[in-house]
């Protein structure tokens, strides 16, 4: 497998790094790009649902995306060490009937020597928000680097 820099052992830069870059490939809605990060074999936990392997991980997310409309998302580190990342993210999207949501939550990674993500738990939780309440309204796609992150929207 082909290292996808930055690679463990991480710091606080490399870290930071790593967690824009798996914002940058979510916000882009494309499961194609997004399984590239992770291991042939990676062992997911997504709410109630356990993908394991690209293959699975491609499913979930076309699903994800097929029924999370209009999809924004911002992470951030939290913690971090060795070879493991932990972030904490929200993201704001609307279902097919027009209902906006922001859903929140906290993810653990782990990762190989090389940089691929083996390991994701993801906990998360919906609130539904009015549409006048939406925080994230940049363009479909990835978020302008001059964007509030959570920390500076207080979320």
Not at 1 to 30: H, I, L, Y
Not at 51 to 76: C, M, N, S
Not at 104 to 117: D, H, I, R, V
Request: zero cysteines; glycine letters at 4%.
């Amino acid at each position: 497998m082909e290292p996808k820099p930055p690679v463990p052992p991480f710091t606080a830069d490399t870290a930071t790094q790593k967690v824009r870059m798996a914002e940058d490939a979510w916000n882009s809605r494309d499961p194609d790009r997004v399984v590239q990060v992770y291991t042939p074999d990676t062992t997911w936990r997504n709410r109630s649902e356990f993908p394991v392997g690209r293959d699975q991980v491609h499913a979930f997310l076309t699903r994800k995306w097929a029924t999370e409309l209009d999809y924004r998302l911002i992470k951030e580190l939290w913690a971090f060490t060795d070879n493991r990342i932990a972030v904490r993210f929200a993201y704001e999207w609307r279902d097919v009937s027009g209902r906006w949501f922001r859903s929140y939550g906290n993810e653990n990674w782990a990762f190989t020597s090389a940089g691929l993500m083996q390991r994701r738990f993801a906990s998360i939780n919906d609130l539904s928000i009015a549409a006048s309440d939406r925080l994230f309204q940049w363009p479909l796609g990835r978020r302008p680097d001059d964007h509030p992150g959570l920390s500076d929207l207080g979320l």
